[in-house]
């Protein structure tokens, strides 16, 4: 009896450390990042057009290998674009050993992370987050998109070169002080390049556009510049039309990328232009391949978010062949010194951490998104 008692709990040890090696071989066969984007909610378009870059790119670099010989991993959590709930998935994610964040898709949210990744030394690269004081002077935080000076200065640029508008207004968004920075950065470099801004509006969110608007309806300027999200850019180019401004350019930044969907009439499109940092229909060969994936994969074309996330994870995955160890201050050191040509363009970071790429200039013609220019400063 005591020698089948024995037999037993040998057995029961045996098979408990053969399912502690496979437990263990499963763990060690992934390298886990994490991922934080709004999917729901008011910004839940952005973050979910983000989320399926990330799959793809995981998709791919998986099909091609891995990383370090191990397949690439990512968990994905709703940060709801909060700034509290965003710390809190934070938090998860590092409970369950991730070793590098993507995330989030906008400024005010990333900062909030930015932060507090800082003090556990976390690798996060933002897709989209644009506003300067995400990256500055953190060693940590990175970005894939141009930031915020950058583009209002191209923005400005194509309204003085491209388009010879000699006179512009202004809205600012006096609830958001990155978008309030960017219409001052536009602003400046407008009348660097001898353009003359006949005046700059403040609105808060929920102001009806119209009613700023119909001031100009006498006297209209060139161009009206207009750094906001796509849902109020949208309200502002449908009020634009209304008001009877059809002659006037609608300039916007890299967050209007989406704004089709809600504008209902066409025809209040022609005068658009925005920044960004991807166009699906560029010629380049990576750029087309990619978009024919994701075509092919979720049934709809790509816009700048799902480009950025993409990529994104193909920038930490060279990070970390790179630095041939997934111990966080390697991938910091190897993602700070890294060179990488992506379907954005060729990118190396600045000192703080920001890539310079081009500026594509988006117009909506004929109910779809097309790329206007390249442009560069």
């Known amino acids: 009896m005591k020698s089948k008692k024995i037999c037993f709990l040998l057995m029961v040890f045996v098979i408990a450390v053969a399912n502690s090696c496979v437990l263990k071989s499963e763990k060690q066969e992934y390298i886990t990042i994490g991922a934080l984007l709004p999917l729901t909610g008011a910004d839940s378009d952005e973050g979910l057009r983000a989320l399926n870059g990330l799959q793809l790119a995981k998709e791919e670099i998986n099909e091609s290998g891995g990383v370090l010989g191990k397949k690439l991993d ?3 959590l709703n940060d709801r674009g909060d700034e509290e709930h965003v710390l809190r998935q934070y ?3 590092k409970e369950k050993g991730v070793i590098a964040v ?7 949210v990333t900062l909030a992370l930015a932060k507090e990744a800082e003090k556990d030394g976390m690798p996060v690269i933002s897709p989209t987050a644009s506003a300067p004081e995400v990256t500055k002077g953190r060693r940590n935080v990175f970005r894939a998109i141009f930031i915020d000076d950058y583009q209002a200065e191209v923005m400005a640029q194509f309204a003085r070169g491209s388009l010879n508008t000699e006179s512009a207004v202004v809205l600012r968004n006096r609830n958001n002080d990155s978008l309030k920075h960017l219409a001052e950065v536009f602003s400046k470099s407008f009348m660097d390049r001898g353009g003359r801004i006949m005046a700059v509006e403040h609105y808060s969110d929920g102001d009806d556009f119209a009613d700023i608007l119909r001031k100009y309806t006498a006297d209209p300027p060139d161009v009206i510049f207009c750094p906001e999200d796509f849902v109020p850019a949208a309200k502002l180019v449908n009020a634009a039309y209304e008001t009877g401004l059809h002659n006037t350019y609608l300039l916007g930044t890299d967050a209007w990328d989406g704004l089709l969907v809600y504008v209902h009439n066409q025809e209040a499109m022609e005068n658009v232009f925005y920044s960004a940092p991807f166009s699906f229909d560029d010629r380049d060969e990576g750029v087309s391949e990619f978009v024919r994936n994701y075509f092919q994969s979720f049934s709809q074309m790509p816009l700048s978010s799902s480009a950025a996330a993409y990529t994104s994870v193909y920038i930490l995955s ?7 160890s997934t111990k966080k201050d390697a991938i910091i050191s190897a993602m700070r010194e890294i060179e990488l040509d992506v379907i954005t363009g060729h990118i190396n970071f600045d000192e703080n951490n920001n890539p310079h790429i081009n500026v594509y200039v988006i117009r909506i013609k004929g109910g779809r998104y097309s790329m206007h220019e390249k442009l560069s400063l």
């Open 74 to 76: 990512i968990i994905v």
């Open 91 to 93: 938090k998860v994610l």
């Open 102 to 108: 993507i995330g989030s898709s906008y400024s005010s």
């Open 318 to 324: 060279e990070a970390i062949r790179k630095a041939g």
